[in-house]
């Protein structure tokens, strides 16, 4: 796990989705088959991190239960361990009990979209295991007073509940949530000021890609947003950013070791 703390480069997270809208070769076999193989594809690719989901996280998805969630993931994490044993996996859930059961299985991290404010007993997972845990900013509903003073808050609302638990700060992440209780404009606020979130003191993994925010900027579908997401993650980077989680993980591996060396360079 030192690669998450202690390395100057940024990381690329790559998403690799274990939900049945994901494969469409049937089975679970086959699908696990085929998710490995992307996984594989992408650590090629040069990502860090592979991120495993079991329920759609984009807006109006289908509520999964933790028991079709697990039942989804850990055939999936098993078989990256045996086939990936040195790839880094975290478990992208609110749920602490996929949580949970993901980390027995061989998992590395906790990736909750609701920085441990759905699952009172996420935080106390985390701590148990003494894992990585990525807090994200999350609402049920857009009622801001001032937007970025209420992201900033919110986060730390979503720290002290880790502390409380008995998770250490140095294993704490914060990610702004793009695209979560968030209208265009205030997609484009908190990305124009992540400096603020990277200000906190913790590493902050951005999460932009192919999202709705860039689609509606370029008028494209997601599967033509490549372009926008490298353009979020440049700005990520120079706002201070320390890992990108994305899907087209060659072209913004690509992007990250070219900001990382203009950014880095001496003198």
Known sequence: MSLLMDNPRTLVMGILNATPDSFSDGGRYE????????????????????????????????????EEEIRRIIPLIK?????????????????????????????????DIWGLKYDPQMAYVAAQFNCPVILSHNRNERNYTDMLTDVVDDLLASVQLAKAAGVKADKIWLDP????????EDNLLVMKHLDQICALGYPVLLGTSRKRFIQQALQVTAQDAVE??????????????RMVRVHDVLQVKRTVLMMDAMLQVNG
Do not use: W
């Not at 478990?91 to 602490?96: E, G, N, S, W």
């Not at 490298?230 to 700005?235: M, N, Q």
């Open 177 to 184: 949530g793009i695209g979560f209780a968030k209208t265009y």
């Open 228 to 241: 926008g997401t490298c353009a979020t993650v440049a700005l990520g980077i120079m706002k201070g950013c």
């Open 79 to 111: 078989a990256l361990r045996k086939e990936l044993p040195h790839a880094i996996l975290s478990i992208d859930t609110y749920k602490a009990e996929t949580a949970r059961k993901a980390l027995e299985a061989g998992a590395h991290i906790i990736n």
């Open 31 to 66: 699908a696990v088959e085929a998710a490995v193989q992307h996984a594989k594809q992408m650590v090629e690719d040069g990502a860090d991190v592979l991120d495993i989901g079991g329920e759609s996280t984009r807006p109006g998805a289908t509520y999964v239960s933790a």
